[in-house]
T-cell receptor
Framework: KAGVTQTPRYLIKTRGQQVTLSCSPI?????VSWYQQTPGQGLQFLFEYFSETQRNKGNFPGRFSGRQFSNSRSEMNVSTLELGDSALYLC?????????????FGPGTRLTVT | AQTVTQSQPEMSVQEAETVTLSCTYD???????LFWYKQPPSRQMILVIR??????QNATENRFSVNFQKAAKSFSLKISDSQLGDAAMYFC????????????FGKGTSLLVTP
């Protein structure tokens, strides 16, 4: 099976712009979670989608949003980019929602905001 | 909120030797899951080992094993017969129903393996 894929792998944007990142989960996986990784804050949970519905949300401003499509693919959007949004954005998929189900991570999208 | 603490920012081990990475966590939950993830320089996060809190037996995966002390809220990772390919950032993570099963990560331990 193919692993979790994320596109694009690298992105450079300017402050004030918006960006959309894409995540394709492992085939058959229905849950997709997003995490932000920065040197200062470490790994922080953004949100989780399951069956096209946001099931859980981390402590991030409303500029961060996401959605999930019927084929379980997910996108996250960041509007009005700030310098502090520069980070590695990781997507993880799991078969179902819940504790017993392992999360498999993609390679990440490196976002640089200038 | 649950917190996960990794007190060793960096560790070093010689090839073929054994190293133990520490992790403590704070929770009031009785049912939860603990994980160790490895993130090599390529950045792909890989699951190393997992432990369910209700299981008393420590998890083992080949050269990787954990020492799970539920009462002490401690979850250390032991890597035996270290290999050059083990060099990476290691993250301890926790998840439970209380946080909607979001992974809560520690700050990580950078492991250097020397020949």
């Amino acid at each position: 099976k193919a692993g979790v894929t994320q596109t694009p792998r690298y992105l450079i944007k300017t402050r004030g712009q918006q960006v959309t990142l894409s995540c394709s989960p492992i085939s058959g996986h229905r849950s997709v979670s997003w995490y932000q990784q920065t040197p200062g804050q470490g790994l922080q949970f953004l949100f989780e989608y399951f069956s096209e519905t946001q099931r859980n949300k981390g402590n991030f401003p409303g500029r961060f949003s996401g959605r999930q499509f019927s084929n379980s693919r997910s996108e996250m959007n960041v509007s009005t980019l700030e310098l502090g949004d520069s980070a590695l954005y990781l997507c993880a998929s799991s078969l179902e929602q819940g504790g017993p189900y392992e999360q498999y991570f993609g390679p990440g999208t490196r976002l640089t905001v200038t | 909120a649950q917190t996960v603490t990794q007190s060793q920012p960096e560790m070093s081990v010689q090839e073929a030797e054994t190293v133990t990475l520490s992790c403590t966590y704070d929770t009031s939950e009785s049912d939860y899951y603990l994980f160790w993830y490895k993130q090599p320089p390529s950045r792909q996060m890989i699951l190393v080992i997992r432990q369910e809190a209700y299981k008393q037996q420590n998890a083992t995966e080949n050269r990787f094993s954990v020492n799970f002390q539920k009462a002490a809220k401690s979850f250390s990772l032991k890597i035996s017969d270290s290999q050059l390919g083990d060099a990476a950032m290691y993250f301890c993570a926790y998840r439970s129903a209380d946080s909607g099963y979001a992974l809560n990560f520690g700050k990580g331990t950078s492991l250097l393996v020397t020949p």
